[in-house]
């Protein structure tokens, strides 16, 4: 099966927030993409609500349940106390949990699964235990041990974090070096039982390649990437042209 496409909202969020108006609609925006062939929205609500605000997740639960109830909801964030509330409030399809330092612009590194195995343990099987899938965002290094570890801790899936591949635009032999680690990372995940989804400045061009390496990657969460491309292409346009990357049949 291609890999689902997840719709990232954060950055439309976060050009709303610029002059604290309501448009563009988030909610509204979330809409075309969904209507457009996405799979699922994503959001990242962080605890300054400087993109997403915890007054647009009941929208868009509202949004999918009551117009696309074969899409997926999918909140990623760092596991505080408040940010688990909100995903118990919220009942999203799945939970991507992410080491995020509150202060941080965006998510830049996967967690260090040895040193926190404790912690995520018990935070995995609470949010599992109320129906949530759980993925764990995760360094595409090539190591066994890790995934092994993700999986230990009761995970479903991991995201494999792809920013570094992203980063190699202009660099065709470093982008080959990066895919490889990241292809060999979601080998290691299969072979411990998990799924792999991925994300992180993922884009039309450099897509199809990583799907080529990884076929069975289940999911690709994309925000920056498809927004910028909306503002040529159109929102529902560049979902079709994100959705034929992943090698969906149109």
């Known amino acids: 099966m291609p890999a ?43 605890p300054d609500q400087r993109h997403i605000r915890f007054s647009d997740l009941p929208l868009l639960r509202a949004l999918i349940d009551d117009e696309f109830p074969k899409a997926e909801f999918n909140i990623e964030g760092y596991p505080t106390e408040d940010f688990l509330a909100l995903c118990e409030k919220t009942e999203p399809e799945q939970v991507t949990l992410v080491p995020d330092d509150p202060s941080q612009a965006t998510s830049d590194h996967g967690w260090d699964f040895a040193r926190h195995e404790a912690f995520l343990t018990t935070v995995v ?38 920013g570094p591949y992203g980063g190699c635009y ?57 927004t910028a491309d909306a503002l040529v292409h159109g929102m529902a346009d560049s979902v079709r042209r994100f959705r034929r990357a992943c090698g969906q049949d149109m």
């Open 4 to 46: 689902k496409l997840s719709v990232n909202l954060n950055a439309i969020a976060m050009l709303r927030n610029r002059r604290d108006l309501p448009w563009p609609d988030v909610a509204g925006i979330g809409r075309i993409a969904l209507e457009a062939g996405a799979s699922g929205l994503t959001v990242h609500p962080r």
């Open 125 to 162: 099987a609470r949010l599992k235990n109320r129906g949530m899938r759980v993925s764990l965002f995760a360094d595409g290094d090539g190591k066994a041990e890790p995934v092994a570890i993700a999986r230990r801790i009761g995970a479903d899936r991991i995201e494999l974090y792809t």
């Open 170 to 226: 202009d660099d065709g032999d470093r982008a080959d070096a990066e895919i490889e680690r990241l292809g060999d990372t979601a080998d290691a995940a299969a072979a411990a039982g998990l799924a792999v989804n991925a994300g992180h400045d993922l884009t039309v061009a450099n897509l199809p390649p990583l799907v080529s390496r990884i076929p069975t990657l289940a999911e690709v969460s994309i925000g920056h990437g498809l």
